[in-house]
């Protein structure tokens, strides 16, 4: 593909937690529609670094750039930049007292102050396309950790972001429910969304991903295509890590 656009770039950024240094001299950069999938120990950063990108963790140096601009957290407006990058954890954190319906309405309703009916049939749109068009009015308690991870997935969607970054999505749930938001995270990387993912999923890195990016001690120690990192990777530290978990 010629004309790649930057969505994302993070330039030599480094976090300190106190004296600890948990990210040492990351430089990344997406493009529009990519798939980068993020892998490494537990420890290794990963969470850090997105948390960064969506400006949840200040960094401690360098420089991020959100589709070509960089963001100042002193000076840039940080609800504008996260409703372009949203994001997903692990644990979905939907609102107990609320539908599903109110749940995905909610965000563009308050920060986006968008029209009630307008954001209604948008809710009910990204319901179908997350496959719980039946969901609507029930309470998030009377879901399984699949549906409810996928509400969550439309609630991020109901901001239309121009980047999704998953913090380990699926880690919580039972192993029969995996596959339901893994497909619907697959589907929205065929749509063309640009999106960072946290997963130890490794079959879905293969299938999915533009991008394989191994995390060690807070470093990206090697991104390479998914078939160059998964069969023939170029750093032991990489070769050491997938062994153990393949
Ligand atoms: P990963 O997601 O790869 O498991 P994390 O980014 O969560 O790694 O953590 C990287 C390192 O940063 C770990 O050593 C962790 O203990 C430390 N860390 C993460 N968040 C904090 C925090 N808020 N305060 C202090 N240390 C933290
Ligand atoms: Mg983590």
Redesign the pocket.
Known sequence: MENKQEMIRVQNMKKS??Q?E?LRDITLQVNKGEVVVLI??????????I?CINFL?TKSGGEIFIEGKSIDPKKDDLTKVRQKVGMVFQHFNLFPHKTVLENIMEAPLIAKKADKEETKQEALRLLQKVGLSDKSNVYPSSLSGGQKQRVAIARSLAMKPEIMLF?EPTSALDPELVGEVLETMKQLAQEGMTMII?THEMGFAKEVADWVAF?NQ?RIVEMARPQEIFNNPKEERTREFLNRVL
């Open positions: 937690f106190g600890v948990v490494g120990a537990s420890g290794s950063g990963k969470s850090t670094l948390r963790e913090d946290v995390m807070g």
